[in-house]
């Protein structure tokens, strides 16, 4: 009986471990799914000239899960609504953001890029896309950092842990 607990604590806590761990390699994905995004966007602006409502209506298209749900949801409102891209774009992200992986300076490097959406000409539209996209990366060479940093340290925890709360429960 003894034996069967201990297995138990051992593999929760193993998977308490690799679920975190997961949690720094969702947030990298995430961040290189809106990356590309942002990019598909430009192309369909800058060489497509299509509509944002259409442009992002096909990204989400081509995408999955939150990413893919944010770009619908941005669609959708510009459609049934009359909103301002920039009112559907922060109503959209504050809708998704609580089902990302991604920080809070992220959220934040979004809503920037929403300032601007719809609001200039197609060169300036790119520039504020390419400036958008500076940021994404730098946020994501960070969150590689931290997940090669702290990644491998908190598996390494949830299986510790486990081993230590069944040593002291013996």
């Known amino acids: 009986m003894k034996l069967i ?16 761990s997961r949690a720094y390699s969702e947030r990298i994905r995430q961040l290189r799914m809106m990356k590309s995004a942002l990019q598909s966007l430009e192309a369909e602006i800058m060489y497509g000239h299509t509509p944002l409502h259409e442009a992002s209506r096909k990204i989400s298209d081509q995408f999955q899960g939150p990413i893919q749900h944010l770009f619908q949801l941005f669609s959708n409102k510009l459609i049934e609504r009359d909103i301002t891209a920039k009112k559907a774009w922060v109503e959209s992200l504050q809708e998704i953001w609580p089902k990302t992986a991604m920080k809070h300076s992220e959220l934040e490097i979004l809503r920037q890029f929403g300032e601007t959406l719809g609001k200039h000409d197609l060169v300036q539209q790119q520039k504020h896309i390419q400036l958008t996209l500076t940021y ?5 060479q960070e969150a590689m950092e931290k997940q090669q940093t702290y990644g491998k340290m908190v598996k390494s925890l949830g299986v510790l842990s486990g ?7 013996m």
């Open 163 to 169: 081993l230590l709360i069944i040593i002291i429960l």
């Open 5 to 20: 607990g201990s297995l138990l604590i051992l593999a929760a806590s193993s998977w308490i471990g690799l679920e975190l």
């Open 136 to 140: 994404l990366e730098r946020e994501e």
